[in-house]
Nanobody
Framework: QVQLVESGGGLVQAGGSLRVSCAAS????????MGWFRQAPGKEREFVAA????????SYKESVKGRFTISRDNAKNTVTLQMNSLKPEDTAVYYC???????????????????WGQGTQVTVSA
């Protein structure tokens, strides 16, 4: 069992930066690939970024490439999403998730993720 708790969301102006973090409980954290997803009002939850178990491989939604960076610290059981050059269309609830079914390999498939945090709101004003 892995419990995930996000933090660090908030309100920022367009062009600004935010860092959202996810703290995980459980000794098996380092065996899972991790991902960040987001859900805007009236829209489906969508993939944002993923990282494999060791942190050696990452993947991003096309629209956030070059602006967002995902990283993890297996010693501290944390995964972080650094978001720069934020745009109003980045406004959403951001969720941290652990991939149960990918054997540690990074995956963009939402169905591969079995543990989810409660989400943290990110609002970008124009």
């Amino acid at each position: 069992q892995v419990q995930l708790v996000e933090s660090g969301g908030g309100l920022v102006q367009a062009g600004g930066s935010l860092r959202v973090s996810c703290a995980a409980s459980g000794r098996t954290f380092r065996s899972y690939a991790m991902g960040w997803f987001r859900q805007a009002p009236g829209k489906e939850r969508e993939f944002v970024a993923a990282i494999n178990w060791s942190g050696s491989s990452t993947s991003y939604k096309e629209s956030v490439k070059g602006r967002f960076t995902i990283s993890r610290d297996n010693a501290k059981n944390t995964v972080t999403l650094q978001m720069n050059s934020l745009k109003p269309e980045d406004t959403a609830v951001y969720y941290c998730a652990a991939a149960l079914y990918s054997l540690g390999r990074l995956t963009e498939g939402i169905n591969d993720y079995g543990y989810w945090g409660q989400g943290t709101q990110v609002t970008v004003s124009a």
